[in-house]
């Protein structure tokens, strides 16, 4: 069964921890991408890796991180830097970063600090 | 600067009558329009697209209208049914950057 895996569904931190979420996907796809939804806020682009061992920043990195060490594996640490951290992460991957770009998306960590 | 954009926050709908969702975006250099369609705590899941040299796609009851000299978007659902209540999002595609999703529009299909 292929697809998108993160875990957990829901995690609870204190202020000042990091915290990092991960994201699997055995969907052979070379593109992947994390997202942060808040209410009313759409999705916003945190962070996108087209290749193994490389990644650029989206539109609101700062205070988070990432790694993309395995084609298959793109964790998220969001940092003690990042101010509001409580929202939704979502995780997707695409099969290339190429012209049709459709994105599959896992079904979401909603991070709540304390 | 935001390239897309949903106007309409949210949308109330009779179930079987037409549902009509709308885009407008800034950058005339897109390949690709898709719809996503998002439930509460779970992840956007795709539903129809249309490339730039189309004006028309449909697929069941989803079809996707694109006025490129207006820089419109439009998706239309009919019949619409209680199922269909969600966020859509119409994210698009320029060459090989991530997909620009808009703050979407938040459909309720009333029975």
């Known amino acids: 069964d292929g697809g998108i895996t993160q875990s957990p569904k829901y995690l609870f931190r204190k202020e000042g921890q990091n915290v990092t979420l991960s994201c699997e996907q055995n969907?052979?796809?070379?593109?992947m991408y994390w997202y942060r939804q808040d209410p009313g806020q759409g999705l916003r682009l945190i962070y996108y890796s087209q290749i193994v061992n490389d990644f650029q920043k989206g539109d609101i990195a700062e205070g988070y991180s990432v790694s993309r060490e395995k084609k298959e594996s793109f964790p998220l640490t969001v940092t003690s830097a990042q101010k509001n951290p409580t929202a939704f992460y979502l995780c997707?991957?695409?099969?290339?970063?190429?012209?049709?770009?459709?994105?599959?998306f896992g079904p979401g960590t909603r991070l709540t600090v304390l | 600067d935001q390239q897309v954009k949903q106007n309409s926050p949210s949308l109330s709908v009779q179930e079987g009558r037409i549902s009509i969702l709308n885009c407008d975006y800034t950058n005339s250099m897109f390949d690709y329009f898709l719809w996503y369609k998002k439930y509460p705590a779970e992840g956007p899941t795709f539903l129809i697209s249309?490339?730039?040299?189309?004006d028309k796609n449909e697929d069941g009851r989803f079809t996707v209208f694109l006025n490129k000299s207006a820089k419109h978007l439009s998706l239309h659902i009919v019949p619409s049914q209680p199922g269909d209540s969600a966020v859509y999002f119409c994210?698009?595609?320029?060459?090989?950057?991530?997909?620009?999703f808009g703050k979407g529009t938040r459909l309720s299909v009333i029975a």
């Open positions: 969907l052979n796809h070379d593109a």
């Open positions: 997707a991957s695409s099969i290339d970063p190429g012209l049709y770009n459709e994105q599959f």
């Open positions: 249309i490339s730039s040299i189309k």
């Open positions: 994210p698009t595609v320029s060459g090989n950057t991530p997909l620009v």
